[in-house]
């Protein structure tokens, strides 16, 4: 994405606008899953598939939803970011996490608009820019990163997208330094090598009165260490789960009907008739006989099969 | 008080009874007997206490906060390596039923009957380590009385509605309207169009992630919007300030230009103040201008009146009595105009951020209708407890057009037992949570839809015999 001066932005990923203006991060939408982010600035051009949007005539001054024919005559739409659309287009710096876990993180942490929460490490923000749209307008995300460029980028997204007053990155290892911050945390996510070792500093982070945890780790042997230390920390209603979605595409499908002959030689037999001889060509060609048509949701081929374990627990103060 | 600082039980609040994995949502009012997990007690103990707060249930039906009880779990245990030579008989536990309620009624403490328990049972030391633990939850589990009273939020009614009354949410299950809240971008400072027939679950659901800013309408079928669920959540009163209602009924009338806020037919005002009783005008703020204040009744009147002038008094009265329930019939006819109005106001505009509907009706011609009042470039999603609804109802959105981004989905969710030596996922499951289907919507242009051709799947390398792309 192209860099530059940053303008102030009215739009953020946390309000929606209505019409494109220049230093947004819009989404282009090509079709069918493709799309990317793009950086609005005067002056500059993308190129797609399609040809080349220019964002001082196609783009600024549009609204969000709108077509925009590009300069070999095919078209995009230009989206308004969601945290939803950043996950699936934002550059990956780690392995991220995907919007069903996000859902399901949210809801379990019970976090709302005026929530504090701590997480670590950042990755690639994904998270993040979750946390804090539910957060807004009167919470905040503290969020420790222990990669310094990773740190870094984080800021630098967290100012163009007009939320850098809702975070607060730290460049720290959670394990050994903690969250910065006591006895002021909501919520406390990790998605780290070792919870276990984060979890005495996680409890320290939440409120005294009690809050929720949340630790992801793709191996069971992770899970195991760190529900020892959740119970020897004091955290009660410890569980585990895993969520996956399963998305199906949405199909007309024609099955043949098969011949099962006749069940006598004369030629008066009606109903699933197959001795016609036209029945053997292209079954497309009989659409209106031979064929049963229906709509069906197909699962696709390939599918996530595992992406971590989910450990909830709640810090009570009784 | 008591403890530290966090929210405190206070009467009137709608708060929930937890015991392991049960929950139940009760309001907290005093001298009220509840029951709950085989168990009869009042709450009244219990108020003032901090959410959060375990109790244990006495003998009187009274709530006593738990003791902190140190385990003595560190001696080792006598122990057997399998179970080749244990039969179960049905005759180990020494124990009659009589005995354990004998236990009981002497007020014995629940530890201390698994403990007797354990004493008892002539195959307790030959089981595994493992089996122990198991045996002692499960003791526990039954005769120890503790509960917890938890805070509600979303996590706990929506799991709760799944486990005691899914009829009443469209089986809706809580990691499917974990989705759905993000899938919608549900967050603060929004105008949602909410439809359910979900017993106000899914409404509290989206008010508890909007945290009290922007406005939402929820569209209702017949009558009136219900909202059971929602008062569980507890929220502050101001949240309900811009929470709007529209009938679906009038969707048609207000999309064609039609809409009259007036009612269909005149209501005979003198019949319906008959004999009502008056109902608390809720939340209605605006005093109508051209309206008086009411007047109260004469409460007292003179004890020398002679009967005669008794019952003309009474008559007159009573027609007092009801010029003012037609009175007060009309103030809030006039009331429930004014917030038709403004709901309409609202939905005209057609700029809502999103749209969600989980209802007992088929979703395309809510989708249909209730998409026009979105903006474009805006996340709605659907729930429907049937895939089948979904697939008509993509196809219907697909020629429509102005959307984008379709999919159809289903949360698949396991729980896992983790303990040392012993974890794996948990026996029973739920077998399905039911469908989502989620898009955007782009500006809708007349004529053609340039998105239909826009979204014809990648065709697959076989042979398309069976496969046509809707």
Request: charged share 25%.
């Amino acid at each position: 994405m192209p860099g530059g001066n940053y303008k102030i932005v009215t739009m953020s990923f946390v309000e929606y606008g209505d019409t494109i203006k220049d230093g947004d991060t819009a989404i282009v939408f090509l079709g069918h899953e493709s799309m990317f982010p793009v950086k609005v600035q005067h002056g500059t051009v993308t190129q797609t598939k399609y040809g080349v949007i220019r964002h001082s005539t196609d783009l600024i001054g549009k609204k969000y939803g709108s077509k925009v024919t590009c300069s070999k005559g095919g078209w995009v739409f230009i989206l308004h970011p969601t945290p939803e659309l950043w996950t699936m287009n934002l550059p990956h710096r780690t392995q991220i996490l995907y919007s069903t876990d996000i859902s399901i993180i949210t809801m379990m942490l019970e976090l709302k608009p005026g929530s504090i929460v701590c997480e670590s490490g950042t990755g690639s923000g994904s998270l993040s820019h979750a946390l804090i749209r539910t957060v807004a307008p009167t919470g905040h995300l503290y969020t420790v990163e222990f990669h310094q460029q990773r740190a870094e980028k984080a800021r630098e997204e967290f100012r163009e997208h007009g939320v850098e007053h809702l975070v607060t990155v730290t460049n720290q290892d959670v394990c050994k330094n903690g969250f910065g911050v006591s006895n002021i945390a909501d919520a406390v996510f990790l998605d780290i090598p070792s919870p276990w070792e984060a979890i005495g500093h996680a409890k320290s982070a939440l409120k005294a009165e009690g809050g929720r945890i949340c630790s992801f780790s793709p191996c069971i042997e992770q899970v195991q260490r760190t529900c020892l230390a959740m119970e020897e920390y004091g955290f009660t209603e410890i569980n585990t789960l895993e969520i996956l979605l399963r998305v199906y595409n949405v199909r007309t499908i024609s099955l043949q009907i098969p011949d099962l002959g006749k069940a006598a030689e004369d030629n008066s037999s009606s109903g699933f008739d197959s001795s016609n001889p036209s029945q053997q060509s292209s079954p497309c060609a009989n659409l209106q006989q031979g064929t049963v048509q229906f709509k069906s949701g197909v699962p696709l081929r390939e599918v996530v099969g595992h992406t971590g374990y989910l450990t909830f627990a709640t810090k009570s103060l009784v | 008080m008591e403890g530290g600082p966090g929210p405190r039980i206070r009467e009137g609040d709608c708060a929930v009874l937890k015991r392991g994995d049960v929950f139940k949502a009760v309001s907290v009012l005093r001298r009220r007997k509840i029951i709950f997990e085989k168990q009869w007690f009042y709450l009244d103990n219990a108020i003032g206490h901090i959410y959060g707060t375990t109790f244990e249930v006495t003998n009187g039906g009274n709530l006593q906060p738990k003791q902190e009880v140190e385990e003595t779990t560190t001696e080792t245990k006598e122990a057997g390596t399998d179970n080749r030579n244990i039969v179960d008989d049905g005759k180990s536990q020494k124990l009659t039923h009589d005995d354990i309620k004998a236990l009981k009624d002497k007020g014995i403490k629940g530890q201390e009957i698994v403990q007797q328990l354990i004493e008892n049972s002539t195959t307790f030391r030959d089981k595994t380590e493992f089996a122990q633990d198991k045996y002692i939850k499960k003791k526990k589990k039954k005769y120890e009385a503790i509960i917890t009273i938890v805070k509600p939020s979303t996590r706990i009614l929506s799991t709760m509605y799944y486990a005691r009354e899914p009829g009443k949410i469209n089986h809706l299950r809580y990691d499917t309207l974990a989705q759905m809240l993000t899938l919608g971008n549900i967050h603060a400072g929004t105008k949602m169009i909410v439809m359910e027939t979900c017993a106000g679950l899914v409404l509290g659901a989206v008010m508890e992630r909007m945290g009290g800013y922007g406005s939402i309408i929820q569209m209702y079928p017949g009558g009136g919007p219900v909202r059971a669920a929602t008062s569980c959540f507890g929220f502050p009163k101001a949240f309900f300030d811009n929470l709007h209602e529209f009938p679906l009924s009038k969707v048609q009338s207000l999309l064609c230009g039609t809409f009259s806020a007036e009612p269909e037919e005149i209501p005979l005002l003198e019949e319906e103040s008959n004999g009502l009783s008056e109902e608390k005008q809720q939340e209605t703020e605006e005093e109508p201008a051209a309206e008086t204040t009411m007047e109260m009744n004469p409460a007292e009147e003179q004890d020398t009146m002679d009967i005669g002038a008794e019952e003309v008094e009474f008559k007159e009265n009573k027609e007092k009595e009801n010029k003012e329930n037609v009175r007060e019939k009309q103030i809030k006819q006039w009331e429930r105009r004014k917030k038709l109005k403004e709901a309409a106001a609202l939905l005209r505009e057609k700029n809502a951020d999103g749209l969600i509907v989980a209802s007992k009706f088929h979703p395309t011609p809510l989708l249909l209708s209730l998409l026009e009042f979105v903006a474009p470039s805006r996340p709605f999603v659907v729930y429907c407890q049937y895939k089948e609804p979904l697939l008509d109802c993509y196809t219907k959105l697909r020629e429509r057009g102005g959307v984008i981004n379709l999919k159809l989905s289903e949360s698949w969710l396991r729980n896992y037992q983790v303990l040392p030596d012993r974890s794996h996922p948990k026996l029973t499951m739920s077998g399905g949570g039911g469908y989502l289907l989620s898009g955007i919507t782009v500006i809708l242009e007349q004529g053609r839809n340039p998105e239909v051709l826009k979204v014809e799947e990648p065709s697959s390398k076989r042979c398309k015999l069976q496969d046509l792309p809707c």
